[in-house]
Nanobody, 126 residues
Framework: QVQLVESGGGLVQAGGSLRLSCAAS????????MGWFRQAPGKEREFVAG????????DYRDSVRGRFASSRDNAKNTVYLQMNSLKPEDTAVYYC???????????????????WGQGTQVTVSS
């Protein structure tokens, strides 16, 4: 059973930065796509970022492209989300997730991910 634990959330002023971490244990990590999603109150969970099994490819939703960057350290079974130039509309609970398939495609749908962390709150004040 894979366990994912996010950390690094908090309260930050607009324009500030946070770095989220997601530590995996209990199963394979290095061969799977990892995703970051977020969910604001009253809204559906949405794709934020994805990173390929070896970190060689990343993708982002348009609203965070150029401000957020995902990376991973397979030796540490950890994936990161560096968030810069944060905006109040980035406020949400952020989740990391492990894709169902080894080297899977379709990074954007929540249904393509098998394991989820418990989430970490990010609050951006104006």
């Amino acid at each position: 059973q894979v366990q994912l634990v996010e950390s690094g959330g908090g309260l930050v002023q607009a324009g500030g930065s946070l770095r989220l971490s997601c530590a995996a244990s209990g199963g394979t990590f290095s061969s799977h796509v990892m995703g970051w999603f977020r969910q604001a109150p009253g809204k559906e969970r949405e794709f934020v970022a994805g990173i390929s099994w070896n970190g060689g490819s990343t993708d982002y939703r348009d609203s965070v492209r150029g401000r957020f960057a995902s990376s991973r350290d397979n030796a540490k079974n950890t994936v990161y989300l560096q968030m810069n130039s944060l905006k109040p509309e980035d406020t949400a609970v952020y989740y990391c997730a492990r894709h169902y398939a080894v080297r899977g495609s379709n990074w954007y749908d929540t249904g393509a991910y098998e394991y989820w962390g418990q989430g970490t709150q990010v609050t951006v004040s104006s």
